[in-house]
């Protein structure tokens, strides 16, 4: 059973980063593309980024282009997200997703098959 797990989320000042880290457990993949959503407090799941196996083609949500980073480690079959100058609007839960197949949509959340539980991001003045 291959779940995805997420960590580094937490409390952060605004204009200030933090990595997020996604890996498998329960058993390794092997070539998934892997994205990044999210979903602000009462608000619907929205696309963040995603990234080829290889790390050599991303795709980013327009809002988050130029602040966000999407990067893998297939040596620890790790994927990150670099999140930079963080405003309010950041707070959310982030989640994780992979696909064994590449994305034709990488913005949508049903092309994907494997998700995390999400870790909680918060953003302060």
């Known amino acids: 059973q291959v779940r995805l797990v997420e960590a580094g989320g937490g409390p952060v000042q605004a204009g200030g980063s933090l990595r997020l880290a996604c890996a498998p457990s329960?058993?390794?993949?092997?070539?998934?593309?892997m994205a990044w959503f999210r979903q602000p407090p009462g608000k619907d799941r929205e696309f963040v980024a995603a990234i080829s196996w290889s790390g050599g083609s991303t795709y980013y949500s327009e809002s988050m282009k130029g602040r966000f980073v999407i990067s893998r480690d297939n040596a620890k079959n790790t994927v990150y997200l670099q999140m930079n100058i963080l405003t309010p609007e950041d707070t959310a839960v982030y989640y994780c997703?992979?696909?064994?197949?590449?994305?034709?949509?990488?913005?949508?959340?049903?092309?994907?098959?494997?998700w995390g539980q999400g870790t909680q991001v918060t953003v302060s003045f």
């Open positions: 329960g058993r390794t993949f092997s070539s998934y593309a």
């Open positions: 997703a992979a696909r064994e197949v590449i994305p034709v949509n990488p913005e949508r959340a049903d092309e994907y098959e494997l």
